[in-house]
């Protein structure tokens, strides 16, 4: 996290809505939202005032037998997961660095992992949200009650906003029940090709997967290692009832018999966790990839041409991995990449080919002294609001990267 001297860290959200307010109406410092820290990929240059989110953790309303929650923005991921799985209940969206991050920090990232497929995304869970915006004015949309479409949908507009519109303080979120068991099957083939072909015949399987993911050589897992492999893994996990999920692995693994996989390894229930784990930690922990990337990219296109771009980055040693029903792939440049201008040969032909099928390339952490997205057309490093939205909600501002 970046050392400033500028901090204040809330006790209560009235605190925070004195601070802002006294802030637009006197000293206009720019602020920055942080949570866990964790995705600060863009931070903003100069002296900014970091607004320390974790003190707002507190638990506001939980009728588990309504399945929706009401909490500050500030609490972490572990926490609100330890609080919902004591009902039986969670939030099915993947984390990495679940200790650290914060709620209010995955909503303003939109972040998603690979049950994606099967369970959506941020969007679908946040049914209310209460938000400060950069003048201390308090406003909230949505409610407790599930179906809640009236109007202007703030909701939805504050998820993905990046901290760039408005500080996120209190949530509230539609919850699903904790299924019996899991399961996670490993095959690895010789080709994207390959995989390609399998992708095309599970979009017609008669199992239900929660999640696709595919890994190109440079992203294999632990928990489905072969050694010094140079293949691609296709992950397909499923969620539900112990005979129906065994029943599913069982069918899936016929089903891709005919492609002739290299390996095919299932893990069950309590055997998976580590699976899932490194699927969704694949951002960054102790000895990912990431770990010594010096840039990370999210690429969004065609599910079809996912399996094209994988075959793409493996040519250029960029360990990339898909959430292939999605179309979304997260790429990390090679650890021996070390200047701007390496970076750019790379990444160029992977810009070309996304944006040459309707896709986008964002960068989502990289050194700060790279102009990449000077430097490479097509690529972004954040999203474009309209003039209007920001106009109400920071006039001054305060909140611009
Ligand atoms: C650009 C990007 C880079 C990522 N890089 C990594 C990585 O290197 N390692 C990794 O493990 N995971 C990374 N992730 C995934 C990340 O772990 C998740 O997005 C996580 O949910 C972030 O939570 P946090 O509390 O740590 O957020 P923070 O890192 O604290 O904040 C992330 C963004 O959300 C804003 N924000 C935070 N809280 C609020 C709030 N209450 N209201 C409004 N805005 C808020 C911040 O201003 C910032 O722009 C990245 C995601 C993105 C989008």
């Known amino acids: 996290m970046p050392e400033s001297r500028l901090v204040f860290q809330p006790d209560t959200q009235e605190d925070l809505v004195r601070f802002m307010a006294e802030n637009a109406a006197t000293g206009r410092q720019r602020l920055h939202a942080i949570g866990g820290g964790t995705a600060l990929g863009e931070v903003p240059a100069g002296d900014v005032m970091q607004i320390r ?24 991921m572990s926490e609100l997961t330890r609080i919902l799985s004591a009902e039986n209940q969670r939030l099915p969206i993947d984390v990495p660095q679940a200790e650290q991050a914060t709620l209010g920090g995955v909503i303003a990232t939109n972040w998603s992992g690979p049950r994606r497929l099967g369970c959506g995304t941020m969007r679908d869970y946040v049914i209310g949200i209460s938000a400060i915006d950069a003048t201390g004015r308090r406003f909230s949309a949505g409610g407790r009650v599930v179906k809640n479409v009236a109007g202007y949908d703030l909701c939805k507009l504050l998820v993905g906003s990046n901290g760039e519109l408005a500080i996120i303080t209190q949530v509230t979120l539609k919850l699903r029940p904790v299924p019996e068991t899991s399961a996670l099957v490993g095959l690895t083939f010789d080709s994207t090709r390959q995989v390609e072909a399998v992708l095309a ?111 793409l980055a493996a040519e250029a040693s960029v360990s990339a991995k898909a959430h292939a029903g999605n179309g979304i792939v997260l790429g990390h440049l090679p650890g021996n990449v070390t200047t701007a201008v390496q970076a750019a040969a790379i990444l160029k032909p992977l810009s070309e080919l996304v944006n040459s099928r309707n896709g986008g390339l964002t960068v989502l952490r990289r050194p700060s002294d790279w102009p990449i997205t000077e430097q490479v057309g097509g690529i972004t490093a954040g999203r474009q609001w309209s003039e209007r939205i920001q106009q109400q909600l920071d006039p001054l501002g305060l909140f611009r990267r």
């Open 53 to 76: 989110l974790d003190k707002l953790n507190r638990v506001i309303d939980y009728p588990a037998r309504d399945m929706t929650i009401t909490v500050e923005a500030g609490i972490r």
């Open 201 to 311: 015949r599970l979009m017609n399987s008669a199992t239900r997967p929660m999640a696709i993911e595919v890994l190109n050589p440079q992203a294999s897992l632990n928990s489905f290692a072969e050694p010094q492999s140079k293949r691609v893994l296709l992950c397909v996990g499923y969620e539900g009832a112990e005979r129906e999920v065994r029943w599913q692995v069982e069918t899936l693994i016929a089903e891709a018999q005919p492609f002739e996989p290299r390996s095919a390894k299932s893990l069950f229930g309590s055997d998976a966790e580590p699976a899932w784990a490194e699927l969704t930690d694949f951002v960054l922990s102790g000895e990912s990839p990431a770990a010594r990337s010096p840039l990370t990219f999210k690429a969004s296109l065609l599910p079809s041409r996912t399996m094209e771009f994988l075959q």
